[in-house]
């Protein structure tokens, strides 16, 4: 099993920066994508932004130029730095990694969500 632990959320005013952090553990396995999504209050969870392959990111369109995925493999850890933060990017922020564990079975995991609030 392939456990997710995201960090990094807060409160922010219009314009303001966060970066948000999430790091995969348990026994050995390979990641292949990482991503993050978010579920605005009364609103479909929505994918943000993905990194895979040799590092190949894509980007929902209302957050490209302000949002950058990376990732860092030799720490299982993906990043989310959002700038020019904007009051529709408020939501709770969720990370999801995918792979396949030591017997090659193939895994998606999601982490616990991390509470992203824009306000003035």
């Known amino acids: 099993q392939v456990r997710l632990v995201e960090s990094g959320g807060g409160l922010v005013q219009p314009g303001g920066s966060l970066n948000l952090s999430c790091k995969a553990s348990?026994?050995?396995?390979?990641?292949?994508?990482m991503g993050w999504y978010r579920q605005a209050p009364g609103k479909q969870r929505e994918w943000v932004a993905g990194i895979r392959g040799s590092d190949s990111t894509n980007y929902l369109d209302s957050v490209k130029g302000r949002f950058t995925i990376s990732r860092d493999l030799a720490k299982n850890t993906v990043y989310l730095q959002m700038n020019n933060l904007k009051l529709e990017d408020t939501a709770v922020y969720f990370c999801?990694?995918?792979?396949?564990?030591?017997?090659?079975?193939?895994?998606?995991?999601w982490g616990q969500g991390t509470q992203v609030t824009v306000s003035s």
């Open positions: 999801n990694v995918d792979g396949t564990t030591a017997s090659r079975t193939p895994f998606a995991s």
């Open positions: 348990g026994r050995s396995f390979t990641i292949n994508g």
